[in-house]
Nanobody
């Protein structure tokens, strides 16, 4: 079993920055491919970014590419989402997700691929 704890959400003005963190714990915490998803009011949850276990491969949704950066600290079993140039449209609840993966270079961009989810953290961008 894996537990995911997110932090770092909050209120920021458009054009500002925030960094989200997601700490994984549990027996298989070192075997996880991870991703960030978000869900805005009235919309379906969507992928934001994903990263492979070995950090070599990353994926970004077109709407955030060039503004957001996903990274991880394997020693701390923590994944980060650095969000720059935030826009009002980025307002959502952000979720960390994890999947046990035997393949260190694989990443997963589909919500259905993930086995574990964090509780979510609210990001609100004001105009």
């Amino acid at each position: 079993q894996v537990q995911l704890v997110e932090s770092g959400g909050g209120l920021v003005q458009a054009g500002g920055s925030l960094t989200l963190s997601c700490a994984a714990s549990g027996r298989s915490a070192s075997m996880l491919a991870m991703g960030w998803f978000r869900q805005a009011p009235g919309k379906e949850r969507e992928v934001v970014a994903a990263i492979s276990r070995n950090q070599v491969n990353t994926y970004y949704a077109p709407s955030v590419k060039g503004r957001f950066t996903i990274s991880r600290d394997s020693a701390k079993n923590t994944v980060y989402l650095q969000m720059n140039s935030l826009m009002v449209e980025d307002t959502a609840v952000y979720y960390c997700a994890a999947k046990e993966s035997a393949y260190s270079s694989f990443l997963y961009s589909s919500e259905d691929s993930y086995e574990y989810w964090g509780q979510g953290t609210q990001v609100t961008v004001s105009s």
